[in-house]
């Protein structure tokens, strides 16, 4: 791979090695450091594809993968996918501090205000003496307020046979 992939596309790889998740996710990160977007794009593209397909077969060892598929769906700049894939970490693992806290950083960044709030609250009833979070509570409260919060969005279908995101 480190002696094929600065002369290869990403297509080739796909075509004639069929990688599984892991090995997409290192094809991701070679290609990362690369600097080479279109098949940071294409990788990225089937890594999720993978990993939403192995979430959805385990759903008891999910939480990981959804994880995964929301910080790729981030570094492809696929906002709502990674939002989507944060509310499936949250579903898989009700009671994950780490989840919910990403979850709660994310709908913060997209004003969903009042998502966050229900977020924050929950990991500030773990870790009350947590300023951090405290500041993001006290952002998403305001937000609510100011007026500034996007309309309630819609969850984002998620079919791993689909070309996930485009």
């Not at 709502?80 to 499936?88: D, G, K, S, T």
């Not at 709030?117 to 006290?138: G, H, I, T, Y």
Request: net charge neutral; aromatic share 8%.
């Amino acid at each position: 791979m480190e002696i094929m992939a600065p002369v290869v596309p990403a297509e080739f790889f796909m075509e004639n090695f069929r990688p599984d998740r892991i090995g997409m996710g290192r094809l991701l990160n070679h290609y990362r450091g690369l600097q080479r977007q279109r098949d940071v794009q294409i990788i990225g593209r089937r890594y999720i594809e993978l990993t939403v397909q192995e979430a959805e077969a385990n759903p008891a060892e999910s939480l990981p993968l959804w994880m995964s598929a929301s910080s790729t769906a981030t570094l492809l700049d696929e906002t709502q996918y990674a939002l989507e894939f944060n509310r499936r970490a949250v579903q898989a693992a009700p009671n994950d501090f780490n989840a919910r806290q990403a979850l709660g950083n994310k709908l913060l960044a997209q004003r969903l205000y009042t998502e966050a709030v229900e977020q924050f609250k929950w990991c500030l009833s773990r870790a009350p003496n947590d300023d951090a979070l405290r500041q993001s509570l006290m952002a998403a409260t305001k937000g609510m307020h100011d007026g500034t919060q996007q309309p309630v969005a819609s969850h984002v279908p998620v079919d791993p046979t689909a070309s996930v995101p485009r």
